[in-house]
């Protein structure tokens, strides 16, 4: 069985680049994809990067989608609104780096979804 | 009033007309109080929507806002993406199957502006292109007759009037109080939008 999948997007390709290079330092077990900057990699988000993101991480356990700022996170709800899956959460209000980080772990141990929103909801 | 499958597609045109002259503008303003990319999102955007169009064949005035839709969501890049791609897929929701009259489009609006609040979790007195759409949608509903010209005076007002809030959402909100005197994009660039539209009425009138 698979872990919970991770979606990290941001407003820059780097930032999110930056983050998995932080992760995987400690976690290799966990299926991340970035979704950084817009179609061009010029600096905003993209719904269609978003959305291509969480068919790569995508598994019965789950997705979580972590973001930056606002309109990253209307984004990434219309991409969840346009995929038929059920089971995709958005980290709301949760710092991106730390929250990541967080949520790998405990996706790594083996987590269910609920659990690690729960944990990354205390960063 | 009627909009037409060829009015819909001109209001589109003459949006993106006005979007391409006034892209510095646009980014003038959001470099003042946002992050500066307004201009150049819009103009991508709706440069992307007049292409679609331009090799697409259509059956309805849905059909085209159910496309501009898609485009900005997938185009824009920035807030303006999800929220004008959001307002337009709910004016095509509302007018599938159906005939453009005013009551329909007086629907397709209002169903937008709560569309663009719902996405945007924003309200009145944001300063935020709510404050172009919530009045607009207000003049549809109690207008008699639709008179392009009083439509216009109605978004260039609300635009004005943004001047003065404070912004408390949006990249903007970080500044607070500097934010006030300066014009939101967003509704500058929804002013464009129902200027357009006076526009394409005007002719068919």
């Known amino acids: ?123 | 009033m009627l909009l037409s499958l060829k009015d819909s597609i001109d209001w589109m045109n003459i949006m993106n007309q006005k979007i391409q002259d006034n892209k510095q503008y646009l980014t003038k303003l959001d470099q003042a109080i946002g992050d500066g990319d307004h201009g150049i999102n819009m103009a991508r955007g709706f440069n992307e929507v007049v292409s679609k169009l331009s090799v697409t064949e259509y059956e309805s005035v849905s059909d085209v806002f159910k496309d501009v839709a898609m485009t900005l969501m997938g185009k824009v890049g920035g807030a303006s993406g999800p929220l004008y791609g959001t307002a337009f897929l709910k004016m095509s929701l509302a007018s599938k199957g159906k005939e453009v009259d005013q009551q329909v489009f007086a629907t397709a609006v209002n169903d937008a502006l709560q569309g663009i609040k719902q996405r945007g979790k924003s309200t009145e007195g944001e300063k935020t292109l709510v404050d172009v759409w919530a009045p607009v949608v207000n003049f549809f509903q109690k207008e008699q007759e639709v008179l392009p010209n009083a439509l216009i005076n109605c978004a260039s007002e609300a635009v004005e009037e943004s001047k003065t809030i404070k912004a408390t959402k949006g990249r903007a909100a970080y500044l607070g109080e500097r934010s006030v005197g300066h014009l939101d994009p967003g509704s500058v660039s929804s002013f464009y939008l129902f200027e357009s539209l006076a526009e394409v009425l005007e002719k068919g009138a």
């Open chain 1, 1 to 123: 069985m698979s872990n919970v999948g991770l979606v990290l997007i941001s407003h820059s390709p780097k930032v999110v680049e930056g983050i998995k290079d932080i992760i995987t330092q400690v976690i290799r077990n966990v299926p991340i994809e970035l979704a950084g900057g817009t179609d061009h990699n010029e600096i905003g988000t993209s719904f269609e990067k978003i959305q291509a993101a969480i068919e790569q991480v995508y598994n019965e356990r789950g997705v979580v989608l972590l973001y930056d700022l606002g309109s990253a996170m209307m984004n990434a709800e219309m991409a969840i609104e346009f995929s038929n899956y059920e089971n995709i959460k958005i980290a709301d209000n949760v710092p991106l780096v730390e929250g990541a980080y967080v949520a790998a772990v405990e996706s790594g141990m083996g987590k269910s979804l609920d659990e690690v929103m729960d944990a990354i909801s205390k960063v």
